[in-house]
């Protein structure tokens, strides 16, 4: 159905409002469904198996040694079984018993903390010889789940620092390892015990390199009301400056926590009949019965025009939903009340209630400013607009942007990041705090992460014109970028990947790479082919190979003397490679500090490079005469000195490109742009061939010489791989709109299909839509994940490479050789590989022979950084165990689908 407007009336409660039916923990019927009869708990004795190795970011893959033995799942405790293993003495690793470290158990809620450490390894000797790597090791628990009590409860599970885990039977993959509580499973638990397996795994970046290795879990079950909650109390809404709400965009976090799917069917202003808008799909407007009425001293009316959809969430779904097209208002709480009803249902119409107290701040203070994401839900920053005393030179009209990129773990809007810029009250700037969607910046500032950071610099001039802002103009394309620990590597992202747009850099505390940081080693053995193919799935990632690309850019990096959470040595490398680069920067290392101290962001050497640079004149982009740049990934790659790098010949390989004057060398390039800023009416020598830019900036090599083109022609062109469709596996991530995932509307498909829309709202609180009906790419935008057993539907590519139906997987060679794989000489079989769609989108289709295929598919799609997944994979049985070796093939696409030279195939 078509979208529809409604002029309408948004009716603000201020402060003495009856808010009480919406405080959201009152709104479970809790008391009802659990009054005395009932209980949950989880036993107190764990049986636990392990010490295993496992790599960095290596579980992804499998890699789980009991696989060998059937899996975890089919051992019973056994105090004399051995299984070998290569981290403790004798080679064995043993059953042991376990007491929950705590334990506690209510009617309506329940949780164990697990803390399992090995006494039979030489932990400190493994770490001499393998370093942080050794301290990351795996083990599986189990314990049960009990409830006590007549009835089926409904429950949510968090899975704090747990990866994976088993319930009943069932596998859960992608679980909450860095403990965000944003998208547990909802599990519909009866009377009786349950049992739970647990894989534990040791990651140093989540647990940390330097304490006592233990890993510390915790299982935590909250009993839900069987159907429509908020996921998260409150809204999420801009904060109110000088009397205004900074943007008007908001979004409220639902989970059907029922058996059955739920369509949303209005949100509304409280005591309104007229619906807000809904981002999503299919307008449906129901004009419902009045919500409950409330008592209110004061309220003010506004109005304004909105669009209305519908939004479904499927049982057991998080979804973010969007409100946007708020007012400028002056008010102290919105409060909405949320209409839905169940799909196949009698019609009949629930109401949930949500409100948010509003914060006011000064424009002049960093404050909370809404927006949207590209993958079609809201993000927030934090926004410092130019002080009214800047020290600014006279007639700067158009102030840059310090952007101060946050650690992990941290909220930008907590005070320690929002506020550890004060001290440099009067720069020239505006000064913004992206949070790159999670605490964890979605991948740690990369590819979500770094759309959220360039989201929310373009909605500044929106901000200007919401709050009708009167001082000084911003120059969205002029930043100054500085971040700490995981933003100091992502500020080393920034300078690597969008060099043009940066005026200068201050890394602070970052990491070169997640290899750099805790190595590789102790992955399964592997043929070092498939090495170069995980490895080169993270060459955008590697800043360390990347350094040639800030050439002309200040750097002022620091790093603390003693850090021993993220080592100098991180530090001094990047020093040492931009030294080698020709690159003007200087290094301050602060002796006798760690990781942090309360003025990291502003020692003396930073304030003044902070107010020297934001005061800079330098023309952006910079003209260089003789400069090189390094492409991993031409999708999240910008220009270089005017020129953009569009497609590398193999996309497993880093592709280089010198410049002096107007020659230009190439090595593994295939096409390249050039700005008309910097370019303009010139003639270039590419790698030896003259070539007069007049009309079209682009040259190509597709054709086996450089001429003038482009590698594709239009945005629709499903034969011609390009722009936001490149990269590895993690391209999926480049979604304009929310992610669809496409399910069989069988059980199995359907289980995987809400396990990966949990894990992406989890991971990257990316908002996705379940369907099993055809999808219609004139309503939908965003990226669609195929889900499924046996066929799938044909690609759009007439001859794309890689075939699926229910006897197996064929892939095709680079020269033509066809490698097949069916179920019945192979055993069974999965796998996961990127497809085109029309307008620059992708499809990843999740294939299985069976269940147990598709779910050693699923776990590839994009959710850790680190893990390397290259742009198709075919996984044998023996991935379980052997990781990245059982795979029967994987590499990456060329930019015309065909499968590279540089893949390999079994
Ligand atoms: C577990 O707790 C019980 C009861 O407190 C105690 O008897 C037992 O020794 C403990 N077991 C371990 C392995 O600590
Ligand atoms: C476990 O639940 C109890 C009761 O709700 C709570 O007091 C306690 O803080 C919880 N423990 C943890 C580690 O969350
Ligand atoms: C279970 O249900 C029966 C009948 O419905 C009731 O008599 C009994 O009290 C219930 N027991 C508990 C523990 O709720
Ligand atoms: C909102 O503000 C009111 C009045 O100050 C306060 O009573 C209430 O607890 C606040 N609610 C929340 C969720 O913070
Ligand atoms: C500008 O004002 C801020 C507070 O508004 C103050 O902290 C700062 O010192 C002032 N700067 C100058 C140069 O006056
Ligand atoms: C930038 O240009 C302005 C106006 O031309 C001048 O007053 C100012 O000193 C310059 N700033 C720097 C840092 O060069
Ligand atoms: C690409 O396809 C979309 C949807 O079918 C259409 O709206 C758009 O105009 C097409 N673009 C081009 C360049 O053909
Ligand atoms: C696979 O094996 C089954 C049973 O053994 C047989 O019916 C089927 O034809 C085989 N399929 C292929 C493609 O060989």
């Known amino acids: 159905m078509s979208r529809v407007s409604y002029l309408f009336f948004l009716v603000l409660f201020l402060l003495f409002c009856h808010v009480a039916s919406n405080d959201p923990s009152s709104i479970l019927p809790l008391d009802r469904q659990h009054q005395g009869h009932s209980s949950l708990a989880f036993s107190t004795t764990w049986q636990i198996l392990g010490p295993f190795q496992i790599g960095t970011r290596e579980a992804t893959w499998g890699a789980d040694p009991l696989e060998y033995s059937g899996g975890f799942r089919q051992l019973q405790y056994d105090e004399n079984a051995e299984f070998r293993s290569s981290l403790p003495s004798n080679g064995n690793a043993k059953w042991q018993i376990i007491n929950a470290t705590q334990t506690s158990s209510t009617a309506s809620s329940a949780n164990a903390s697990l803390s399992v450490s090995y006494s039979n390894v030489d932990w400190d000797f493994l770490k001499l010889v393998y370093g942080w790597a050794a301290v990351q090791y795996q083990a599986w628990a189990r314990g049960e789940i009990t409830v006590t009590g007549n009835e089926t409860q409904s429950v949510i599970l968090y899975t704090d620092a747990i990866l994976e885990f088993r319930v009943d039977g069932v596998d859960y993959f992608g679980g909450d390892f860095y403990t965000y509580r944003k998208a547990p499973p909802v599990l519909h638990l009866t009377p009786g015990t349950h049992e739970i397996n647990v894989r534990l795994v040791r990651d140093v970046r989540a647990f940390g390199g330097i304490l006592k290795p233990t890993i510390d879990v915790l299982l935590d079950l909250r009993a839900t009301s069987g159907t429509l909650e908020l996921a998260k109390p409150g809204i999420l809404v801009s904060d109110m400056v000088d009397g205004k709400l900074a943007s008007p965009i908001a979004s409220v976090t639902l989970r059907n ?44 009316t506004t109005s304004f025009t909105s669009a209305v959809y519908s939004v479904t969430l499927v049982a057991g779904q998080t979804r973010p939903v969007d409100i946007v097209s708020l007012p400028a208002f002056n008010a102290s709480l919105i409060y909405f009340t949320i209409t839905y009803k169940a799909v196949n249902g009698d019609g009949k119409l629930s109401f949930l209630h949500v409100s948010q107290n509003l914060t006011k701040r000064s424009t002049y203070d960093p404050h909370k400013v809404t927006y949207l994401h590209p993958g079609g839900m809201v993000s927030y920053a934090m926004l410092r607009a130019p002080a ?33 810029l004060d001290p440099v009250a009067d720069l020239c700037s505006w000064v913004l705090f992206p949070t790159g969607v999670t605490p964890w910046s979605g991948d740690d500032w990369h590819n979500w992460g770094f759309t959220d950071v360039e989201a929310a610099v373009n909605s500044i001039p929106s901000w ?27 500020t080393w992202f920034s300078l690597t990947h969008r060099p043009d ?24 053995p592997m043929d070092p082919k498939r090495t170069s193919i995980i490895s080169g799935s993270l060459n955008s990632y590697r800043h360390e190979m990347l350094m040639e690309n800030p050439k002309g850019i200040p750097i002022l990096q620091q790093h603390g003397q003693i850090d021993d959470n993220v080592p100098a040595y991180n530090s001094r490398l990047l020093s040492q490679q931009l030294f080698q680069a020709g690159t003007n920067s200087s290094y301050n290392e602060v002796p006798g500090q760690n990781h942090w101290w309360d003025t990291v962001m502003t020692t003396p050497q930073l304030v003044d490079f902070y107010h020297k640079q934001t005061a800079s004149n330098d023309t952006i982009p910079r003209r260089l005469s003789e400069f090189s740049f390094v492409v991993g990934d031409p999708g999240d790659m910008g220009s270089k000195g005017g020129i953009t790098v569009t497609h590398l010949e193999d996309a497993g390989q880093y592709g280089k490109v010198y410049v002096k004057g107007r020659i230009i060398r190439t090595v593994n390039i295939l096409g390249l742009d050039f700005d008309p800023q910097i370019w303009a009416a010139e003639s270039v020598t590419v790698d030896g061939k003259e070539l007069e830019l007049a009309d079209m900036l682009s040259v190509s090599r597709t054709t086996g010489s450089w001429m003038i083109g482009t590698v594709y022609r239009t945005e629709n062109d499903t034969l011609h791989r390009s722009s936001r469709q490149l990269g590895a596996m993690t391209a999926i991530l480049r979604t304009r709109g929310p992610f669809i995932i496409h399910h069989q509307g069988n059980s199995q498909t359907a289980h995987i299909a809400l396990q990966v829309s949990r894990n992406l709202h989890q991971y990257f609180y990316a908002d996705s839509i379940i369907t099993s009906a055809a999808v219609d790419n004139t309503k939908y935008t965003g990226n669609v994940i195929t889900v499924t057993i046996g066929e799938a539907p044909p690609s759009l590519h007439p001859d794309f490479p890689i075939h699926v139906n229910a006897a197996g997987v064929s892939v095709r060679d680079s020269r033509g050789g066809i490698h097949g794989y069916t179920k019945n000489d192979t055993g069974r079989l999965g796998a996961a590989f990127l497809r085109p769609l029309k307008g620059e989108r992708l499809e990843l289709v999740l294939w299985g022979t069976d269940d147990f295929g598709l779910a050693m598919a699923a776990r590839l799609v994009p959710m850790l950084t680190g893990v390397g997944q290259p742009d198709f994979v075919v996984l044998g049985e023996s991935a379980a165990w052997r990781g990245v070796e059982g795979a029967l093939s994987l590499g990456f696409f060329d930019h015309e689908w065909g499968v590279t030279a540089s893949s390999v195939l079994s």
């Open 257 to 300: 926590t029922g058996e059955n799917d739920i369509e949303i069917v209005s949100i509304q202003p409280v005591d309104v009949r007229t619906p807000v808008s809904l981002h999503g799909l299919v307008s449906q407007v129901v004009l419902a019965q009045s919500p409950p009425a409330l008592t209110c001293s004061q309220t003010k």
């Open 501 to 524: 747009r940066i005026v200068a850099a201050a890394p602070i505390s970052g990491y070169a790479s997640i290899q750099k940081y805790v190595s590789y080693e102790l992955w399964q």
């Open 388 to 420: 009214k005393n800047a020290t600014c030179s006279p007639g700067k009209k158009k102030l840059p942007i310090l952007l101060a990129l946050h650690g992990a773990g941290l909220e930008a809007d907590n005070g320690i990041v929002a506020h550890a």
């Open 464 to 490: 200007i014109e919401h709050v009708g802002w009167q001082g000084p103009d911003v120059n969205i394309n002029r930043w100054i970028v500085t971040g700490h620990s995981n933003g100091g590597q992502g």
